[in-house]
């Protein structure tokens, strides 16, 4: 709620990071969202940044996400609701790289953060 939050959610859309992350897939084809899921999918999307193991801007770990998500586990319909609230998120605590993401893409992550976001190896 204090305006020390502002500058997380302006530093979630550097362009950079996706050249970074398209440099990390020599070997893809393609890069659109649809061919990745799991973690190569939370990857290229920039969750990492900061849900890695050194979260950033006070950030939960994707371990932690995944815990605190697995009370969904099972639930029919959970990870679109989820998704559709990370990409609403809330007036003081707005978070670009949520807020871009699709609504496809969102459930995906969300589903795969749902089933505990193992490491997928993928691609
Ligand atoms: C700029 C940093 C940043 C990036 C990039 C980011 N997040 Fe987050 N995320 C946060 C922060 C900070 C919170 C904690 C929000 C809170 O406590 O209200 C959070 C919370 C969450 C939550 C918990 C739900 C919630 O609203 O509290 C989920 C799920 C989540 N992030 C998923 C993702 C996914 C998936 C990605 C990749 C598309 C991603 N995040 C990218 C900063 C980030």
């Known amino acids: 709620?204090?305006?020390?939050?502002?500058?997380?959610?302006?530093?979630?859309?550097?362009?950079?990071?996706?050249?970074?992350?398209?440099?990390?897939?020599p070997s893809s084809p393609a890069l659109a969202d649809e061919e990745l899921s799991g973690s190569a999918l939370a990857l290229q999307m920039g969750c990492y940044n900061?849900?890695?193991?050194?979260?950033r801007h006070d950030a939960p770990t994707m371990a932690q996400l995944a815990e605190?998500?697995?009370?969904?586990r099972g639930e029919?319909?959970?990870?679109?609701?989820?998704?559709q609230e990370l990409r609403r998120?809330?007036?003081?605590?707005?978070?670009?790289?949520?807020?871009?993401l699709s609504a496809e893409t969102a459930e995906k992550l969300m589903q795969?953060?749902?089933d505990g976001a193992k490491p997928t190896g993928n691609p």
């Open 112 to 114: 795969w953060i749902i």
């Open 50 to 55: 900061c849900h890695g193991k050194h979260p």
């Open 68 to 72: 605190d998500a697995a009370k969904h």
């Open 89 to 100: 998120g809330e007036p003081f605590r707005r978070i670009v790289a949520h807020e871009q």
């Open 1 to 25: 709620m204090t305006s020390a939050r502002i500058p997380r959610t302006r530093s979630a859309g550097r362009p950079w990071a996706t050249l970074l992350l398209l440099a990390a897939f």
């Open 76 to 83: 029919s319909g959970a990870a679109a609701k989820e998704a």
